[in-house]
């Protein structure tokens, strides 16, 4: 950003320096050709002026000769002189009746008539330039338009509720008065959890009045980091180290008792806490010796071995180290549980050190700032404090003029890399729009016991094909675009990729299609390279949960045979999806189908997640496990 500012203000400067140097150095006026005015001259007006002498043509007679042959004309001849007299009057009042045009001023503006296009025209004349202010607001009308209404919409016509008028402000005080106190007694390590209403975001300002490390559970609007977990498992508390957690209704469970109650908000223990911020997978003692912001250092003893895991999610600027010399760090997701990756390393006698340090990227940026503040503070006041006279002034001035000249000397040229340039910035965004790399899902599988993954059916909807139908016979085809297809008119209709809730405060990535009424609903993918698996999940989202339920049933199928199916037993729940691949179709081309229906659609918000596995040498599946 600093670059481009300084890029920015850089050619701005000099434009203007350009525009100076042209109104200080005007450069000299076209000469232009003496205007030649015919005038007819009679007889005796020769006469008169002796001092008139015509220059010799090469096709004329010597003016010697003519002169004399007038003279003996107008001496011999006087009718005819009173003719040539009376022609030459009017030929003078006809000259002197026209204005000469004098030779216009040098001026450093371009015509008025010129411009790109004829654009500068338009000014001169009211009428385009009416038409012109009509045909540009046309364009940006309906725009502006819809810019305003939705700015109304979403800045002014909603409802504020101010700090004074926040029904858990109060509360919130006095909680924070109790906890300055009581949580500064504490010895080991912990966090707080929030645990409050979907769209309720207003205790973000715990964090830096406790100065304690904070997990809100569920939905943040603000919260872009890459492992963002969003539930509230008993796993993934123990990992967390949460000792408590804070909430607007009791927490109810053999996990959790309430220690204090603030208003309406309730304060409960989560009584499975684990003090150690980190987990040992193997043998051996870990001692925890400083827990810093940026710095961790902990000591294993001398019959330490195996892996050792901090419970702190994982980033390329944590760097790890082992009695002084690096090692590499392995991120490790928490089994079960979606989007998380903490740190984990090998075990072994010694003291461990985690560092979070700048990046050359960070430190560089730095840099390029300081200069860039540099350079636009002389551009925008050190040179207009020095005199024409000062030689650095006049470098910059000659630099400006060749760059000028050089810019009007390679004008094709820089079109022709400007399009280049934009055509293949515009060709990788859309490559980059349109991959994904490739990641594990919510698997049945312990993803130690998987290779690689080598086919996401989510992420690659769009090389698939849908139609209103079983499997086996192709009906209504449905409408593609991009990563969609379109069954029908209703936004149910799409098949597509969301991320929606199953369990209380569970959300996942799954593929939604709703059944059709009386019909199924066919997904199908053509060419698909054979794995050992496809694994998944399925099931019906919190949104479609009924009391009185009906089943969904998923069926799917490889090259015309049907490889698995399977119902929903139960609403707002996820079920494993396993189906092993034929031994004779592994690592070959096969055509997959997954066809849902369903005997009541009624809010049956059905939805599965589907990935394409090759399983490691040593694990087997039998019997779908």
């Not at 479609?544 to 139960?570: C, N, R, W, Y």
């Amino acid at each position: 950003i600093a670059s481009a500012y300084v890029l920015v203000a850089g050619f701005t400067s000099l434009s203007k320096l350009q525009r100076k140097s042209e109104a200080l150095h005007p450069p000299p006026p076209a000469e232009l050709p003496e205007p030649v005015t015919e005038l007819t001259e009679t007889p005796k007006d020769i006469e008169a002026d002796d001092t008139k002498v015509s220059e010799p043509k090469a096709s004329d007679e010597p003016p010697e000769e003519e002169s004399e042959k007038d003279a003996v004309d107008v001496e011999h001849d006087s009718d005819v002189a009173d003719v040539d007299e009376d022609k030459a009057t009017e030929t003078k009042e006809e000259t002197s009746s026209q204005p000469v045009e004098e030779p216009p001023a040098h001026t450093s503006e371009a015509p008025v008539g010129g411009g790109l296009y004829g654009v500068t025209s338009w000014r001169t004349k009211p009428v385009g330039l009416y038409v012109l202010m009509f045909a540009v607001g046309c364009m940006i009308a309906p725009m502006l338009t819809s810019f305003f209404i939705q700015f109304g919409k979403r800045h002014f016509q909603r409802n504020l509720t101010y700090v004074r008028k926040d029904r858990f402000e109060q509360d919130k005080k006095r909680f924070v008065q109790w906890a300055k106190k009581a949580f500064a007694k504490e010895k080991h390590f912990f966090r707080l959890a929030l645990s409050f209403g979907y769209h309720e975001h207003s205790f973000f300002d715990l964090g830096p009045r406790l100065r304690v490390p904070i997990y809100k559970i569920g939905f943040t609007p603000a919260a872009i980091y890459k492992y963002k977990m969003e539930t509230k498992s008993r796993a993934l508390f123990r990992t967390l180290n949460i000792k408590y957690v804070l909430s607007t209704h009791r927490m109810y469970g053999r996990d959790y008792k309430t220690a204090k109650k603030f208003g309406s908000l309730y304060l409960s223990k989560f009584l499975p806490y684990k003090p150690q911020p980190f987990t040992v997978k193997g043998k051996g003692k870990v001692v925890l010796s400083h827990w810093g912001r940026e710095e961790i250092r902990l000591k294993a003893d001398a019959a330490a071995q195996g892996e050792l895991m901090l419970h702190v999610s994982a980033f390329s600027r944590w760097h790890a180290t082992h009695n002084g010399k690096s090692i590499p760090i392995k991120v490790v997701p928490l089994k079960g549980t979606e989007k998380t990756g903490f740190m984990q390393v090998t075990l072994k006698p010694g003291t461990y050190v985690f560092s979070f340090r700048r990046s050359g990227l960070d430190w560089l940026s730095g840099i390029v700032f300081f200069i860039g503040l540099f350079c636009i503070g002389y551009l925008v006041f050190v040179h207009q404090k020095l005199d024409e006279s000062v030689g650095v002034k006049r470098r910059v001035m000659s630099f400006v003029n060749g760059f000028v000249g050089l810019q009007e000397r390679t004008r094709g040229m820089q079109r022709l890399l400007s399009f280049t340039v934009l055509g293949g910035a515009l060709g990788i965004l859309a490559v980059l729009a349109l991959w994904s790399p490739a990641a594990l899902g919510d698997l049945p599988i312990a993803r130690k016991d998987i290779e690689k993954m080598t086919f996401d059916f989510g992420e690659r909807l769009r090389f698939g094909k849908a139609w209103i139908g079983p499997a086996h016979r192709k009906g209504k085809p449905c409408r593609s675009a991009f990563s969609r297809h379109h069954c029908g008119h209703a936004r149910w209709h799409v098949i597509e990729m969301r991320r929606l809730e199953f369990e209380k405060q569970s959300f996942k990535r799954c593929i939604w299609i709703h059944p059709q009424p009386g019909v199924a609903k066919t997904l199908s993918f053509s060419g698909v390279r054979a794995g050992d698996a496809i694994v998944g999940f399925y099931g019906i989202t919190a949104s479609g949960k009924m009391f009185g339920s009906h089943p969904v049933f998923l069926e799917v199928t490889i090259d015309g045979a049907v490889a698995k199916k399977v119902s929903t037993p139960q609403d707002a729940k996820t079920y494993p999806l396993v189906v092993p691949i034929p031994k004779d179709k592994k690592g070959k081309p096969v055509d997959i189908q997954f066809s849902v229906s369903a005997p009541s659609i009624g809010r049956r918000h059905f939805c599965f997640m589907a990935q394409m596995v090759k399983l490691k040498d040593d694990v087997k599946l039998q019997k779908g496990k």
